[in-house]
């Protein structure tokens, strides 16, 4: 697989803010909710959290099928450490933590689920990486994704354009090289999904679903990229250009999704989703 260069992996950036995230953790439950609910499979015996987070969705999964071995990965030692620190009784020692890297990551068991939300979208190169991950599963086995589709919303356009000529008198922030990593579209539509994986599935299911975010307070949309998406920019500019680029996008994102009489900013969020069983 072509791994990501050192310069891509500081643009994604290594630092998570669980806070941050989870400030929005109902709202980031749902498409996880509903991504569980479509894996076909009754009595999976070993199940990865790729990409596990704060571990908030891993112990879910625990729960669900409570027989199985639970692994929550996650390359972020923040998000591990909240993971192991928030774990309850009734959860130790039936889910795993384990620190690794997608574009290098093998199991240490066979496994029956790869469970992945919201993650892939921060790996280059899907047309060598899903196929990867897929081939790492037997017969039987299921392979459950959800990924934001946010390159197309406005949103995320001026998170680009403001990077592109949100410095004074319309100056351009950030190095070339920040500008043209965040310029990188790695998530692809449902049809390429659907090619790479339909010879070998025994089951394929790929969809898409818009959520109508209800979010309250000032600067909601800021505060919902903030843990996301906005995070690679955050995380590549220099200190005074992070603080001229984030009032300018903060303007530019309150003109485009206005604060309503009742507090209330509606925010629609689309996201890819694939649920593929292994033939």
Request: glycine share 8%; hydrophobic share 40%.
């Amino acid at each position: 697989m072509t791994q990501a260069t050192p310069h891509q992996r500081d643009i994604a950036g290594e630092s998570w803010n669980p806070g941050q995230y989870l400030k929005f953790a109902d709202h980031r439950l749902r498409p996880a909710l509903d991504l569980m609910g479509r894996i076909p499979l009754e009595n999976p015996q070993v199940i990865y959290d790729l990409g596990c987070g704060a571990g908030n969705v891993t112990r879910l999964l625990a729960d669900r099928w409570p027989e199985a071995d639970v692994v929550g990965m996650d390359n972020s030692p923040e998000m591990l450490e909240r993971s192991a620190s928030s774990e309850s009784d009734g959860f130790r020692g039936r889910v795993r933590w384990q620190m690794g890297d997608l574009a290098d990551w093998q199991p240490d068991a066979t496994p029956s689920v790869f469970y992945s939300n919201a993650v892939l979208q921060w790996v280059p190169n899907h047309a060598e990486l899903v196929p990867r991950l897929w081939g790492m599963l037997p017969a039987g086995a299921c392979f459950a994704v959800q990924v934001p589709l946010s390159w197309d919303m406005r949103s995320h356009h001026l998170m680009r354009e403001t990077l592109a000529d949100g410095g004074p008198g319309g100056s351009a922030l950030g190095s070339e090289g920040l500008r043209a990593a965040v310029g990188n579209r790695w998530v692809q539509d449902p049809d390429f999904y659907y090619d790479l994986l339909a010879a070998n599935s025994a089951h394929l299911d790929v969809w898409t679903t818009e959520y109508q975010h209800v979010l309250t307070g000032e600067d909601a949309v800021l505060e919902w990229v903030t843990s996301t998406g906005l995070r690679p920019i955050l995380n590549g500019l220099e200190d005074g250009e992070r603080e001229v680029y984030l009032e300018e996008y903060r303007r530019r994102l309150n003109v485009e999704y206005p604060r309503r009489a009742d507090d209330v900013t509606l925010y629609p969020f689309r996201r890819l989703f694939f649920v593929a069983v292994r033939g």
